[in-house]
């Protein structure tokens, strides 16, 4: 078993309230837990993004983070207007931080601590508040 953080997806609709038609949105995400949960990743990103476009939002890019909650992790040379962000609250904040843009969107809450056997099954240990 390994312990990880356990987040779920925001409804699409929720994100969107958040948005408005000029922002110049940057779709983000964390590469580790979220990707193994299946609420981020680059394919979710990627979905998340095109859905966007697609819905005439202005998506100006992506960007994949191995470990989101890492500072050193962050490298991009980017400022940023809007990020939606598939992440943990600490990726979210390490971002926020880091790259300062004027709106931040968490796409995920963030419900808590848990474990995942190794038939992909996940027991949340500790919930936040």
């Excluded at 949960?37 to 191995?66: H, N, P």
């Excluded at 963030?110 to 992909?120: C, F």
Aim: charged share 30%.
């Amino acid at each position: 078993m390994s312990n990880m953080v356990i987040t779920q997806a925001k409804e699409y609709d929720e994100i969107k309230k958040q948005l408005e038609k000029n922002d110049k949105i940057w779709v983000m995400s964390c590469n580790s837990c979220v990707r193994v949960i299946g609420t981020g990743g680059e394919d979710k990103m990627i979905q998340l993004a095109d859905r966007l476009k697609k819905d005439g939002f202005q998506v100006v890019g992506t960007s994949l983070y191995g470990t989101a909650c890492i500072k050193e992790i962050v490298k991009e040379k980017i400022d940023p207007d809007t990020i939606v962000m598939l992440a943990c609250d600490a990726g979210v904040y390490n971002i926020d931080h880091i790259l300062k843009p004027n709106k931040m969107v968490k796409a995920l809450s963030t419900l808590g601590i848990g474990v995942r056997d190794l038939k992909g099954n996940y027991t949340l240990v500790k919930k936040f508040k």
